[in-house]
């Protein structure tokens, strides 16, 4: 009898120890999802990151066309401002 005793024991100590490591492999799994899951928002966040870059790159190209632009249009409008006061005052 002491030897079924000390079997069952056995047993339902391998059992617990089955159980538990089934349950650290299932943590263990979850946790890598969760560094997945991390890991892939990293790299959306990079992507997004670049593009917003690039569009920042692109805005700005425009806003220095634009002032180039607004400048010309300013001379323009004081050689003809002094155009017309030229005329005038003749």
Do not use: H, P
């Amino acid at each position: 009898m002491t030897g079924d005793v000390t079997l069952k024991e056995v047993i339902n100590r391998l059992g617990k120890a089955i159980a538990t490591l089934e349950d650290a492999v299932a943590a263990r799994l979850e946790r890598d999802q969760d560094y997945a899951e991390a890991e892939a928002e990293v790299q959306r966040m990079n992507a997004d990151r670049a593009r917003l870059a690039q569009e920042l790159d692109a805005s700005e190209a425009r806003a220095e066309r634009l002032e180039g632009a607004n400048k010309e249009v300013s001379r323009r409008l004081v050689t003809a401002m002094e155009t017309i006061r030229a005329v005038l005052d003749r």
